[in-house]
């Protein structure tokens, strides 16, 4: 016998006339046999989660809401209504299969979930975030549960509520990191400031939540449903398993991780292992007495996150089981759920602890971020950040259903809560927090032509391959540290996050291991402290490590540079010039380099590097460097100008500014002053030369530009011109890479057979100061919707340009 999810009904056991089909043209019926239907079934439910996952997230969204709301469509709330389409997609005999395929899922689903989480954020969590975790777990339990002691005393409920109405308060109390954490990414919010608080406070309460679920389980299994004080054994139990875990299992891990560091790649067997594994600890959990998916989840939580193991587990199975077979399980999971029958009272009783629960988690989160000085408007986005429940609570429910702490219509009304809070908050939390706003308010200015000639400078280098170190550590060398204004160097390595949800940002101490992250950037590192130790006194390297998603990667800078003081942030470009000439394309790198050019509170410099800049060598009476420098007009060329200025002290580096001048165009007080203050300082140097080319349209500047081919090793230009300019007239349309501007396009472009590297320098900008106007246009098509490049940047073909 079996229960239909849609109708509540009862079937008696019918078997398929076989497992596969012979096909329509023999006469068969394909829904007459189990594989086909399961084929729909999980094709329909995927199909219908993707789908209103498309629509919904460019409202904000979660991925939660949309496989909660393709359980309700497929389910007797909307197309279940039909039952000629409930008793062929989703027949009665059908449901022993889809049922395991659902558990089968929540298993490797929580399993992915313990992988992905770091328990040492807890030890790691600062007093800040530790009293906000903890208040916002204590704080709404003591407020919704004693609103359900009230109410059981003062209200008439039905039979099955007033059983279970503690329970209910307990689980809309808590919180999982999670959820959380999977909110954070899909708001693009992982990297803030915001979001780092939110990761780490919610796993000190995500923790709480978790432990104090699982000891009422427990509670619940071995005394009130058996009769029988089974408690301590059942304790032992749990105990033995988690033994099992960390003596065994985990042994084998750490030495599968040993093995694979040498291999580079994880072994089919070793997957086929810890697939063995997790379906091990499901069964050691259903005998301890725990649900079956709590086994597999810590077994998870002792693989160590990030590469090589965790990486390459959660690359193998997240996709699969998050897209393919979870939807399957949130149809189950909604298959009673008619929102046109719900219960009135029952329905408002669950909303009104849902509400008293939610206020004491944004008033527990609130108070303690006010008293810590957090903005008022920052605090209540954490206090709806930390509301939001999940999938995981989803899970529990179920737990909760199987152990009889609560019924099926006291699940539904609280899974139509779960819809509601979680829909509502995640939009109100994209639309009033914005962190790129911290940046581009900050008015001081950071730049280098800003900085005082006796001043320590600031400098951060975006490294995101290991072949970026030489050619920026040779840009370090011409930036001319000195001990009267040396050079302060922040060296980040960019990853991308794999295999867990939390970014993490390592700051490596020379003589001190940091982390098992170390290994991953050993070799810049090394390369880096090998420099500082030959320039004693005139350079100090601070390594950093971020591991983050790409589409927040750029808020790991910007938060550094707003922090260090930094005057300039270098990034590097897109493309790779190898020893053979090939290039190598990263549209990731591009999308980072774009939002960091947007937002970074500092001046940026691209880096082309084209092998000219790592193939020069110290030592030696003569320069060493030969460096031009192409100057037009605006803030952008004389940040560049005045970088030039700080290498031309260099007793290695030889000069040349080349200014072009546009006839009857009067040049600005400021471009003057600075090409004043160059000419006066290099007036006795003679390596040291100043040109002025008069130039009245594009072709004749493409001409002076030509004449300095393979003369250089460096050539810096200003990003941003005017458009309208007669200079540039025709150059606008064909602007191969944006994110160089004219000049720096035209030396780079795939046309040019230029061997030199270009320094594409933007000065520091500010909310709202003017910006050419065909440079706004740029930006505007080089950005999609959701933030990435779009393909239509390259607007037309480069067969034009002659360089």
Not at 400 to 412: A, Q
Not at 474 to 488: D, F, R, Y
Not at 505 to 531: C, D, M, P, T
Not at 715 to 737: A, D, K, P
Request: net charge neutral.
């Amino acid at each position: 016998m079996m229960q239909d999810i849609w109708r509540n009904a009862t079937w008696a056991c019918l078997p398929y006339k076989d497992v596969t089909s012979r096909g329509v043209f023999l006469g068969d019926n394909p829904f007459d046999f189990a594989v086909p239907v399961l084929y729909t079934q999980l094709s329909v439910a995927a199909l219908v989660a993707a789908s209103l996952q498309f629509i919904l997230t460019p409202l904000g969204e979660s991925a939660f809401i949309s496989q909660m709301l393709t359980g309700i469509v497929l389910g007797p709330s909307i197309l279940g209504k039909d039952e000629v389409l409930a008793d062929t997609i989703y027949p009665g005999r059908s449901m022993y299969t889809i049922r395991t395929i659902g558990a089968f899922a929540s298993m490797l689903f929580m399993f992915i979930v313990g992988v992905k989480m770091d328990l040492s954020m807890v030890t790691k969590s600062g007093k800040k975030a530790l009293v906000i975790g903890l208040c916002a777990f204590f704080l709404p339990l003591m407020l919704s549960t004693t609103l359900a002691y009230t109410l059981k005393r003062k209200v008439t409920l039905e039979p099955n509520l007033y059983e279970s109405l503690i329970q209910i308060a307990v689980f809309q109390s808590s919180s999982s990191f999670h959820v959380i954490a999977c909110l954070l990414a899909d708001l693009n919010l992982l990297n803030s400031e915001l979001g780092r608080l939110a990761t780490s406070s919610s796993m000190v309460s995500g923790l709480c939540s978790w432990i104090w679920l699982l000891v009422s389980f427990m509670v619940r299994q071995n005394i009130i449903i058996t009769k029988k004080n089974t408690f301590p054994l059942a304790a032992l139990s749990v105990a033995g398993m988690l033994l099992i875990i960390i003596c065994i299992m985990r042994p084998i891990l750490l030495w599968m991780i040993r093995q694979t560091t040498k291999r580079k790649q994880l072994k089919e067997s070793y997957m086929f292992s810890i697939f063995l594994m997790i379906l091990t600890c499901s069964l050691l959990g259903d005998i301890v007495g725990i649900h079956f998916v709590l086994g597999p989840m810590i077994l998870g939580l002792t693989v160590p996150d990030g590469w090589p193991l965790g990486s390459a587990i959660v690359d193998k199975l997240e996709s699969y089981v998050s897209l393919i077979l979870l939807p399957t399980y949130y149809v189950l999971t909604c298959g009673n759920l008619d929102i046109f029958s719900l219960n009135l009272k029952t329905t408002g009783i669950v909303e009104l602890l849902a509400l008293s629960s939610f206020l004491g988690k944004v008033i527990g989160t609130m108070l303690p971020s006010l008293y810590c000085k957090m903005p008022i408007m920052d605090s209540l986005c954490l206090g709806l950040i930390m509301s939001t429940q999940g999938i995981t609570d989803v899970i529990n429910l179920q737990i909760g259903i199987l152990l009889f702490v609560i019924d099926n219509e006291s699940y539904n009304a609280i899974a139509v809560t779960f819809i509601l809070m979680t829909g509502i908050i995640a939009p109100i939390v994209k639309i009033l927090y914005n962190p790129s706003k911290r940046y581009m308010s900050f008015r001081r200015r950071r730049t280098i032509q800003h900085t005082m000639p006796n001043e320590e400078l600031r400098l951060l280098a975006c490294i995101f391959h290991q072949n970026s170190t030489p050619s920026l550590i040779n840009l370090l060398e011409v930036s001319n540290p000195m001990t009267k204004s040396p050079i302060c160097f922040y060296a980040v390595h960019l990853m991308e996050l794999q295999g867990r949800s939390a970014p993490i940002l390592v700051a490596h101490q020379q003589g001190k291991r940091s982390s098992i992250h170390s290994n991953h950037s050993e070799h810049i590192i090394n390369a880096f402290w090998r420099y500082e130790q030959h320039n004693l006194g005139k350079v100090t390297v601070h390594p950093f490590t971020a591991i983050a998603p790409y589409t927040t990667m750029h808020d790991e800078i910007c938060n550094l540079a707003l922090e260090k003081r930094v005057s300039m942030v270098i990034i590097p470009f897109h493309k790779h010039w190898t020893l053979h000439g090939s290039e190598e394309c990263d549209k990731h790198i591009k999308a980072v380099n774009f939002k960091i050019l947007k937002n970074v509170p500092c001046s940026v410099g691209i880096l082309v590097d084209k092998e000219t800049l790592s193939g020069r060598n110290s030592g030696g009476s003569k320069p060493l460097y030969s460096i031009g420098m192409i100057f037009l007009e605006g803030p952008d060329d004389r940040e560049a100008l005045a970088y030039a200025m700080r290498m031309a002290e260099h007793p290695n580096v030889s000069l040349t500014v080349i200014r072009l001048v546009q006839p009857n165009k009067k040049s600005t007080e400021l471009d003057c002053d600075m090409i004043k203050r160059f000419r006066m300082s290099n007036i006795q140097q003679k390596h040291h030369i100043y040109k002025e080319r008069v130039v009245k349209d594009c072709v004749e500047m493409i001409n002076v530009i030509k004449l300095l081919e393979n003369h250089y090793e460096l050539i810096l230009v200003g990003r941003q011109h005017e458009s309208n300019s007669s200079l540039f007239m025709g150059l606008t349309l064909w602007n191969e890479y944006p994110e160089l501007g004219y000049l720096g396009d035209m030396l780079v472009s795939s046309e040019s057979d230029w061997e030199v590297s270009v320094l594409v320098v933007q000065q520091q900008t500010f909310e709202g100061e003017d910006m050419p106007e065909g440079f706004k246009l740029l930006m505007e098509d080089a950005f999609s919707v959701n933030g990435s490049i779009s393909s239509d940047t390259k607007l037309c073909p480069n067969s034009h340009k002659t360089i």
